[in-house]
Structures are given as structure tokens and as C-alpha cells.
């Protein structure tokens, strides 16, 4: 194990901010425009608001088709298109696009659970109030979905961090990357125990964030 961390020691701290560039650079687009699809999917399905039967239909089968597909397909599928937005089929910035566009589809789904769990009661005495639906939205359906939401966001933020240690398979760089060419090629099974460990804790940080966020919301909540 020691030798396997010295050969590969050098390459450690790149690998881990192409990983981290990669997550958290998806992540931020997909949970804004996951929050955009998830609130148009609960706003079409709910009578209270603006039911749209047709319109839910479609958004949900667009969302429900990207996620159907295996990132690995869905990622080799979409590098021309990462070629036509970021100029290359290579590398880290590359990988950004199917990564986006999976972990948007992904949220979005969460997203419409989170907004479906608030309370209609709520929802009702305050359109019988006589506010605007825009109004109800912003003060809220968003601030009463915000811990679910924060939860959701962690469960995104693990799966996208799953999906990007794939990226090494086509060159996107990373901790998958690392794992591929200098473990699974060169049968350093070391350097695979290494790469595993590594993206273990950074699932636990993940998570270990989040869960701090969702307790303090609850805090400022009850305070």
C-alpha cells in the first residue's frame, strides 16, 4: 500500500481537483436548473396551482429518459455535444456536460418530491388569502422544502461525485481516472484500495455537510 501511495503520490492532489472541479461545478448548474424543472413538474401536477396534464407528461418523460440511461452510454453519447459547448472531447471540462445534464434529471425528480411534500393546508389558506401564485412559490413552497431540498442536494451531490469517477474511462480525468489508468491497467491493486478510500471520505464530507446545513436550518427554524 505504502508503494502504491508513493507512485502515485504526485498525481493525487491533481486527481482530486479535477474530481472536485468536476462535481461541484455540475452540481451548482444542476441544482439551479433542477429546482427550475422540479418546480415546473410540481406546478403542472398540482390542482391547487397551475395543473397541466400534457405539460407534466412531457417535462416528466424528458426527465425520466435521461435518467433511464446508464451515465457511462450517456456520457460517451454527449461528448460531440461537450465539443460543441466547451471545445473539447477531453478532459475534465468535457466530462461537465453529461455530468449536468444527468444530475439535473436526477434533481429535478427529488426536487418535485420535496415541493409535493408541502403541506396543502398551507397552500390552501394562502391562495384563499388571495396571493399570487408567484408569491406562493417564493415565500412558500421554497422556504418549506428547504430541508428536504438540502437532503436531496446531498444525495445529488454523492451520485454526481459516483458518476465522475467514470469520466476516467474516456479521459475526463479525476480519482476514476487514477484508478483506471494506474490501477486497473497496471493491475496496482494498491492504488485501487487507495482511489476507493479516497472517494469514501469524500462521501463522508459530502454527507457530513449536509447534514450540518439540514441542522442548522432546523435550528434557525425552531430559534
Not at 63 to 90: D, H, R, W
Request: with cysteine; hydrophobic share 55%; aromatic share 8%.
Amino acid at each position: 500500500m505504502l508503494s502504491s501511495f508513493l507512485e502515485i503520490q504526485d498525481k493525487l492532489g491533481k486527481a482530486i481537483e479535477e474530481t472536485a472541479f468536476m462535481t461541484i461545478t455540475s452540481l451548482v448548474i444542476a441544482v439551479i436548473l433542477g429546482i427550475v424543472l422540479g418546480l415546473l413538474l410540481y406546478v403542472t401536477n398540482e390542482p391547487l396551482l397551475n395543473k397541466n396534464t400534457p405539460v407534466y407528461e412531457f417535462l416528466g418523460f424528458i426527465a425520466n429518459m435521461i435518467s433511464s440511461i446508464p451515465f457511462l452510454i450517456l456520457m460517451i453519447f454527449l461528448l460531440p455535444l461537450s465539443a460543441v459547448i466547451v471545445g473539447t472531447k477531453i478532459g475534465s471540462k468535457a466530462v461537465i456536460v453529461p455530468l449536468t445534464i444527468a444530475a439535473t434529471a436526477f434533481f429535478a425528480r427529488l426536487a418535485e418530491a420535496s415541493f409535493s411534500d408541502v403541506d396543502k393546508g398551507v397552500l390552501e389558506a394562502v391562495i384563499a388569502s388571495g396571493a399570487k401564485k408567484s408569491h406562493i412559490i417564493w415565500k412558500i413552497v421554497l422556504p418549506e422544502a428547504k430541508v428536504s431540498l438540502i437532503k436531496n442536494i446531498t444525495v445529488t451531490a454523492i451520485t454526481v461525485l459516483g458518476f465522475s469517477a467514470m469520466a476516467g474511462l474516456v479521459g475526463g480525468g479525476g480519482i476514476g481516472d487514477l484508478a483506471y489508468r494506474y490501477g486497473y491497467q497496471r493491475y496496482k491493486q494498491g492504488v485501487m484500495i487507495i482511489c476507493v478510500l479516497l472517494l469514501i471520505i469524500l462521501v463522508q464530507v459530502i454527507q457530513t455537510i449536509g447534514d450540518l446545513l439540514v441542522r442548522s436550518v432546523l435550528r434557525s427554524r425552531k430559534g
